[in-house]
């Protein structure tokens, strides 16, 4: 925005220089139209016309650098101008392209949880009832993880190893026995890589 303004002042302040030496021409050409013309007949009116025809034409020098200067000015914000846009717009595309990403992502993550609630629905429903309810209750107090696996002698939810007291009691307790770790509560999920 800014670079765009100083685009616009400078392009103002460009044209405003050009009306001032073309207003400085206009007059030159109409003194020395006089001149020519033979009107003026008194040599004072003669050397005072010649010496405002010599200054305007120094002015109009003066005028012309000044519009040279302005118009290099707004060459170099045009250009800085059409530099930023060109990056605006490439920052534009970027922010697109992860936006579409992201909602592609979502999108994915969406079906994923959709596909994982039917089957845990499937899941659950051969679960009994009290054994779903003790899971879902550890569930929303250990940060959505109800149950972790016992692996070589450590709970994997609150990754501290049991001592031999808790890895004997695990050991003797019969298969479909419920078991939870005394550290962190969750349930303790056996397997042939539990180190029992």
């Known amino acids: 925005m800014a670079a765009r303004t100083e685009e616009s002042d400078t392009a103002r302040e460009q044209t405003k220089a050009e009306q001032d030496v073309d207003q400085v021409r206009q007059r030159a050409a109409r003194d020395q139209q006089r001149l020519d013309s033979g009107a003026v007949s008194s040599p004072r009116d003669l050397e005072n016309l010649q010496r405002e025809i010599a200054s305007l034409a120094k002015r109009q020098g003066d005028l012309e650098d000044v519009v040279l200067e302005v118009m290099e000015r707004r060459e170099k914000a045009a250009e800085r101008a059409a530099e930023l846009a060109e990056r605006l717009a490439s920052v534009r595309a970027k922010v697109a392209e992860a936006e ?39 569930r929303a107090q250990s940060g959505g993880v109800g149950a972790a696996k016992l692996y070589q002698k450590r ?29 962190c509560r969750r349930i303790l999920v ?6 029992l």
């Open 190 to 195: 056996r397997t042939p890589d539990s180190g």
């Open 100 to 138: 579409a990403r992201r909602a592609a992502a979502l999108e994915g993550i969406d079906t994923e949880a959709a596909t994982a609630a039917k089957e845990r629905e499937v899941v659950a429903s051969a679960v009994p009832a009290d054994l779903l309810a003790l899971y879902d209750k550890l």
């Open 155 to 183: 709970c994997e939810g609150c990754r501290l190893e049991l001592n031999i007291t808790e890895l004997n009691d695990v050991r003797s307790a019969p298969a479909d026995a419920v078991v939870r770790c005394e550290n």
